[in-house]
């Protein structure tokens, strides 16, 4: 029996050349059955990944967020459901996102102290001319009615003299007790 390294072939044992005929022959045929399953291969390849963009693109929004984003939104969730009790502004701080943007956390504070000292300024600037016009208006009532001040101001006079006249008799009274 020959070794199947020899020149000869189990088919012709004797006959070199026709041996090494079939063994090119064979290795052909390998090839050929090679790159059809190759191209096979591909084809198949090709059609489950047209098939699989097609799914993938029908259910990418559902599954397009990563890690990052879910976890984010995760942390989101559970903050809205612990500050659901709680109003106050001191206890969003008590809650811990590693993902927190520093910087956006800095120019929401500082818009919303702008806000206030908008608001500050502006009721001031509201009192400030509620005060002005009240000021002229009173101007003005003092200007059109000067009788009246002087009314006013004759009739607290007499006020003051009975005051006064009230006391001076009182003291009288106290001296002669005295006496």
Not at 40 to 60: D, F, H, N, P, Y
Not at 80 to 105: C, G, I, T
């Amino acid at each position: 029996m020959p070794h199947a390294y020899d020149a000869c072939s189990a088919k012709y044992r004797d006959d070199p050349v026709r041996a090494a005929i079939e063994r090119r022959a064979n290795a052909e045929m390998a090839q050929k059955r090679q790159a059809e399953a190759a191209a096979r291969a591909s084809q198949i390849l090709k059609s489950r990944l047209e098939a699989g963009m097609q799914v993938k693109s029908a259910s990418m929004a559902a599954f397009e967020e990563d890690e990052d984003t879910r976890f984010r939104r995760e942390l989101e969730e559970q903050r809205k459901r612990l500050m659901a009790d709680y109003s106050s502004d001191s206890s969003s701080s008590s809650v811990f996102d590693p993902f927190k943007n520093k910087r956006l956390e800095k120019e929401r504070k500082r818009e919303r102290k702008e806000k206030e000292k908008k608001a500050k300024k502006e009721k001031k600037s509201k009192k400030e001319k509620k005060e002005k016009k009240r000021k002229t208006e009173a101007e003005a009532a003092d200007v059109a009615e000067p009788e009246k001040k002087k009314k006013k101001g004759a009739e607290a006079d007499e006020r003051i003299g009975e005051k006064k006249a009230k006391k001076e008799g009182k003291e009288k009274k106290a001296k002669k007790k005295d006496t």
